[in-house]
């Protein structure tokens, strides 16, 4: 093992369960120096220059129901009404009203909604980043289908430009950016992790070949902490035949740009993977088990290329029911009792909620759905960047024991998931609680299960 292999070891056993910036000792959730009079205005600015007609329609259509709020799993944990999801958008409300409803100069004329004042963005900051995972458990459950965890994702934008983000969130995006990776893994780093896990397993991990149907990019949470998801997919991939390739230029799956609120940065992060594909002439991007990863790619992606994108993209969990369903792959049974926890940018908000149950019923597993699974999945509570900001921690532990009741109900012997992000806010959680439960990789349970013949 060369000295950066031992770095990159040594850095992740120096941190908690979870993969994080430490936590800082001065908190800086305000960045930069801009007056808060001006940060307010930018603020506003982006909130209404973000309005479409779609957002304004959602705006003017809540009926007040209070439906939202028992969706939520912050109001659910707490029972405060301050995490009720459409309060959440309140101040994006007020932008909204003030300055962009067909009634703005009224209400501007009369007083009939207030300036917002930067105090009360500052503690909105709590209410879109800390407690919103952008779950969409909400815009699901809302009779007037108000896309709550969209609006939330928009306010992001111009929080991000008013230099609002919590501290942790904007530090993380800002070294993806810069490095290419939000943990810091430069393409030597993800070199040299390939090659360990290639001998470590025993497997041929294809690097940087010239052309390949397939491009295959893995997330930094992933490489640091769960790597053997490179031996993992490189195994079901050569079993099926594939011509395939990870890049050094094209490696990072997440996208921190989506989550802090940062549209550059999340379209710079994103033309990476679609400018490799693009080289090597991919007819698919096959993304890793990382929730996020999938909605800033699958979902978004064309937006941030300006046209259709020249492939297709698919998450593992996705492919693997592909390769599975179509008999090119094929797996032995498993005698076991398996709960599966849906990630909430895959299944709910992907679309992908088929796909892990097609898995399971191929390895012969005895699935034990969690109440509610599926579509209505509750999230774990540390999805939308919200398990890399320190001073949610306790409402995130408070959140997860709703998930910890659930998966307990089911007495199943094994937890799977397929999203490296869920899989280490349940570690950090378990850690915190002394848990039973550990969420595997549902990607490895394949490849550990493989038939060894080639269809
Ligand atoms: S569920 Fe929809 S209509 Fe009801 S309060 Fe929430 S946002 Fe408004
Ligand atoms: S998206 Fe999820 S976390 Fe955010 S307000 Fe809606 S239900 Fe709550």
């Known amino acids: 093992m060369s000295t950066s292999e031992l770095d990159v070891k040594n850095a992740f056993d120096m941190e908690s369960k979870r993969l994080s910036i430490k936590a800082p000792e001065i908190r800086y959730d305000k960045q930069g120096d801009t007056p808060d009079e001006e940060r307010v205005q930018k603020a506003m600015l982006h909130f209404v220059k973000d309005f479409g007609t779609a957002a304004a329609a959602y ?21 405060d009404p301050k995490y009720t999801p459409i309060w959440k958008l309140e101040p ?7 300055e962009a409803s067909p009634f703005a100069f009224f209400y501007r004329k009369f007083g009939l909604k207030k300036k917002v004042t930067v105090e009360e963005l500052e503690e909105w900051q709590h209410l879109i980043y800390d407690s919103c995972t952008v779950c969409g458990r909400c815009s699901l459950i809302c009779p007037m289908g108000i896309d709550i965890a969209s609006l939330v994702s928009t306010a992001r934008h111009g929080m991000f430009k008013a230099g609002l983000v919590p501290h942790e969130l904007h530090a993380v995006a800002e070294r993806a950016e810069i490095d290419g990776s939000p943990l810091g893994v430069t393409p030597k780093v993800f070199e040299e992790r390939l090659e360990w896990m290639e001998d470590e397993h025993d497997v041929e991990i294809n690097l940087n070949k010239d052309k390949a149907d397939i491009l295959v990019v893995i997330s930094s949470i992933e490489i640091q902490k769960y ?15 594939e ?3 990870y890049r050094s230029d094209g490696f990072e799956a997440t996208n921190f740009g989506l989550l802090s609120g940062n549209l550059d940065w999340q379209r710079d992060i994103s033309m990476r993977i679609i400018d490799a594909a693009v080289k090597v002439g991919a007819k698919m991007v096959l993304l ?26 698919r998450h593992v969990s996705e492919y693997l029911a592909d390769v599975l369903n179509s008999g090119k792959l094929k797996v032995k049974k498993v005698d076991k009792s398996v709960t599966f926890h849906d990630p909430c940018q895959i299944s709910r908000r992907g679309g992908a909620t088929q796909a892990p149950r097609d898995i399971l019923k191929h390895l012969g597993v005895d699935l034990r759905e969690l109440p509610n699974g599926g579509d209505y999945n509750w999230c774990c509570g540390g999805g939308g960047g919200v398990v890399t900001i320190h001073r949610a921690d306790e409402l995130r532990y408070k959140v997860f024991k709703l998930k910890m009741d659930q998966v307990e109900a089911t007495e199943a012997e094994t937890l799977l998931s397929s999203c490296a992000n869920c899989r280490q806010n349940f570690d950090d959680c378990q850690n915190h609680y002394d848990w039973k439960y550990t969420a595997d990789s549902l990607l490895e349970l394949v490849a550990d299960n493989l038939q060894e013949e080639k269809a």
């Open 227 to 241: 790597p053997a998801a490179f031996a993992a997919t490189a195994k079901v991939l050569n079993a099926v035949g």
């Open 92 to 98: 994006f409300k007020q932008a909204y009203k003030r």
């Open 243 to 245: 011509s395939w390739t």
């Open 288 to 313: 890793p088990e990382c929730g996020h990863a999938y909605m800033a790619l699958r979902w978004m992606g064309a937006n941030m290329y300006g046209k259709p994108l020249p492939f297709k993209v």
């Open 59 to 79: 705006l003017d259509s809540c009926i007040h129901c209070g439906m939202c709020a028992e969706a939520c799993h912050y109001y659910v944990a707490t029972g």
